[in-house]
């Protein structure tokens, strides 16, 4: 027997099948219950209730000219039989002409049994029911004191009869055997369809979800008719995407890596194998060489250090240590980093100053990785201009480049994880090229806004912004 002929009991089509079908039964169970097994409690309840009902109404018009009238009319209407005695037991209404001559009465027995009570313990109404032995029928009696006229006292008795009701209940067995087959029939059929159209767009999921498990990434999860499947299929669709871009940054992950570490291991043994061949015995040349290898060295390093920062950032560990930070004195520190650069030509133009509540070290990055982006891309005029403004609670710090610019299309995506600009796998200046998404990284840890504004031939200009320093707040920065 194959996995595909074994019926699934924890499958939606079965459950839902099951559920649909027990819900079926049981209405229908209770439908039998409450038309077969208790209708004839039903019908002498509703009985009760209804000369209960036409007793009370007939007590308030007690003493009304139409009161009479009101008499015979239920009597016809309801099929209730409705007399008036009197405190002596003699019969009030209705009276036919032989009644006014022979006068009758109710037994004693009766009288005490069903009216004297109500005087006795100031009731002012009463009903009794009796069964008749051997039978299934039932007699119905409502009492009730009317009040008192002319000196007598009178009182109300409505009677009715509860006939057995099985010629009806034997019609209702065979109209429900018919309306339960038909019932059941439609309902099996309705959950069969039912069940089939809810897991359908399940079953299409999974097979779609096998397929990208499988390594095909350009699978899309359909949308149905249903609300929440339409939103799974989304959520679905999404995180493929983010599945496959994941994988897209890894290889660029894979290919920027071996390039940044290709280069410098290349550099670093030509130049070892040329001390070792032509400038072992010349002390200028050699220290040149020598230069040279430590350069790569500490490009190696920076770049290892900007990838294990990028694993923390990713992580999740990094946590805040916020104090009043002097932003002009921690650029100075950055820019000592760049001190070979400066005998390059380069020129780094600080403008203001001011605190910002930060965390120092997690800054510190932010500010040397702006500088070297900016350096990076600023080849031809060599200037950088760094400004620290304060607004009100806030201050800002901007690093302006004059270099090539960022196309518009482009600013958004600059901040991204091994940014996709890069294929072309351009050297570096500075740096590694992993710092912007490690600076956004950080200062959303912060909660700072931050950005860039460029124009391509123009230059960009990297800034974010913080809450001022306790120092500093109702003053001016200069």
């Not at 009182?155 to 065979?174: G, H, Q, R, Y």
């Not at 019932?183 to 097979?207: C, E, G, N, Q, T």
């Not at 679905?236 to 897209?248: F, H, I, K, Q, V």
């Not at 990785?369 to 620290?388: A, H, L, T």
Request: charged share 25%; proline share 2%; glycine share 8%.
């Amino acid at each position: 027997m194959t996995r595909d002929t074994i019926v699934d009991q924890k499958s939606i089509r079965v459950k839902f099948w099951l559920y649909f079908s027990g819900m079926a039964l049981f209405i229908l169970l209770l439908l039998w219950l409450l038309q077969i097994v208790f209708i004839n409690s039903f019908y002498k309840s509703m009985k009760i209730r209804d000369t209960e009902k036409v007793g009370r109404t007939v007590t308030r018009l007690f003493g009304k000219e139409d009161f009479e009238d009101t008499l015979l009319r239920y009597s016809f209407e309801k099929n209730l039989s409705l007399q008036v005695y009197n405190d002596r037991g003699g019969l009030v209404f209705p009276l036919n002409p032989l009644d006014y001559i022979y006068q009758p009465t109710i037994s004693g027995d009766d009288f005490f049994t069903y009216f004297q009570p109500l005087l006795k313990n100031d009731k002012t109404e009463e009903t009794y029911v009796a069964d008749y032995k051997n039978e299934n029928a039932s007699t119905i009696l409502y009492v009730s004191y009317l009040g008192e006229e002319a000196g007598q006292k009178y009182f109300l008795a409505v009677s009715a009869n509860v006939d057995p009701v099985d010629s009806t209940v034997e019609i209702l067995k065979d109209q429900l055997m018919i309306v339960s087959i038909i019932s059941l029939m439609v309902a099996f059929i309705l959950s069969l369809y039912l069940s089939s159209r809810l897991a359908r767009p399940l079953s299409d999921m999974a097979k779609t979800a096998r397929a990208l498990g499988q390594g095909n990434y350009d699978v899309q999860f359909k949308e149905q008719d249903y609300t929440e499947i339409n939103d799974l299929a989304r959520t679905l669709n999404y995180a493929t995407g983010e599945l496959t871009d994941a994988l897209e940054m890894r290889k660029d992950l894979i290919a920027n890596v071996s390039h940044d570490f290709k280069t410098p291991l290349t550099v670093i043994k030509s130049y070892g194998e040329m001390i070792r061949d032509i400038s072992g015995d010349n002390k200028e040349l050699r220290e040149k060489h020598t230069q040279t290898i430590l350069e790569e060295v500490d490009y190696l390093t920076n770049f290892v250090n900007d990838l294990l920062d990028l694993s923390r950032v990713e992580s999740g560990l990094g946590t805040l240590s916020l104090t009043d930070v002097n932003l002009r004195e921690l650029t100075e520190e950055v820019l000592a980093r760049f001190k070979s650069l400066k005998e390059k030509g380069y020129v780094f133009r600080i403008h203001g100053g001011g605190l910002m509540v930060c965390d120092s070290n997690k800054i510190r990055q932010v500010i040397y990785n702006f500088i070297s982006n900016g350096i990076n891309y600023s080849q031809n005029k060599k200037e950088i201009d760094i400004y620290i403004i304060s607004e009100g609670n806030l201050i800002s710090y901007c690093v302006r480049d004059y270099g090539k610019g960022i196309p518009k299309e482009d600013q958004d995506s600059i901040w991204e994880r091994f940014y996709r600009g890069r294929d072309h796998h351009e050297r570096q200046m500075v740096g590694t090229g992993l710092g912007l998404f490690i600076c956004k990284n950080i200062l959303e840890l912060h909660g700072f806004r931050y950005g860039v504004k460029s124009a391509v031939g123009v230059g960009s200009t990297f800034y974010f912004q913080g809450p001022l320093g306790e120092n500093e707040k109702g003053g001016t920065v200069r």
